[in-house]
């Protein structure tokens, strides 16, 4: 037995703790997929690089929290993120003990501007994936499991529209799922799956890619989906 389940607030296990928002912003260039790092400026792990976030407020809701401090670090300010695990390994912070949530979000690297230096950060910048620097605190752990989540939401969401603000040719798509899922697929089956579902539609324009021959232009449709594509 566990006692009430009413909580004391004057219990001392109670005290002492708080919530990091953590977000791995990701984004596609060139066929790479890379993912945004800040320099941290201040103690602990002052010199080190890290994903996007800090402590919550106690008077955000979580999401609030984590695109505050995704603006406060880099300057971003219209990013749609997603919230997929929490983090909660008694040591991971020197400070005291706070838990993370971690949330992913994609973003067309060439759209935004990224502050290099703000109050808290002395830089920034996107990484490969196969190309991390060692992170702060538990953030290798973190950046593992969101390109985990990123490769589950690709498949099954419309997660990609906000890298195609503009609409995306079939190759330039394909490229991008083989990028990020470091998978082949054949040309043609691809671009039966995608058809075949309920995720993106017909623009009615063309246009070249990789000085190829013009193809159709695609966009991904604002609702939701829920589906299994490979």
């Known amino acids: 037995m566990y006692g ?4 004391d607030v004057k219990n001392k296990k109670y005290k ?3 919530i990091h928002v953590i977000t791995a912003i990701f984004t596609v260039e060139q066929g790479i997929t890379k993912v945004l790092l800040i320099k941290r400026k201040n103690a602990p792990f002052e010199g080190d690089w890290v994903l996007t976030g800090g402590a919550l407020y106690n008077d955000e809701n979580l999401e609030d929290g984590a695109k505050r401090e995704i603006y406060e670090k880099t300057g971003i300010s219209d990013i ?3 919230q997929f695990k929490a983090f909660g390994r008694v040591d991971r912070s020197p400070v005291m003990r706070m838990v993370a949530v971690g949330f992913i979000g994609v973003i067309d690297s060439k759209r935004v501007k990224v502050l290099r230096e703000t109050e808290n950060t002395s830089n920034a910048d996107w ?3 196969d190309k991390i ?3 702060g605190f538990d953030h290798e752990e973190i950046l593992q499991e969101a390109l985990l989540e990123l490769q589950k939401r690709i498949v099954n969401s419309n997660i990609l ?4 603000p503009d609409g995306v040719t079939m190759p330039e798509l394909q490229k991008v799922y083989e990028a990020i899922l470091n998978k082949k697929f054949d040309r043609r089956n691809f671009r039966k799956k995608m058809l075949s579902l309920d995720l993106i539609e017909d623009t009615n324009k063309s246009e070249q890619f990789e000085g190829n021959r013009p193809a159709k232009k695609y966009k991904f449709k604002r609702k939701i989906v829920d589906k299994n594509i490979f």
């Open 133 to 135: 620097p060692p992170l």
């Open 4 to 7: 009430s389940d009413i909580m």
């Open 127 to 129: 990484f490969p994936i």
């Open 161 to 164: 529209k906000s890298l195609f």
């Open 16 to 18: 002492n703790q708080g």
């Open 80 to 82: 749609d993120i997603k």
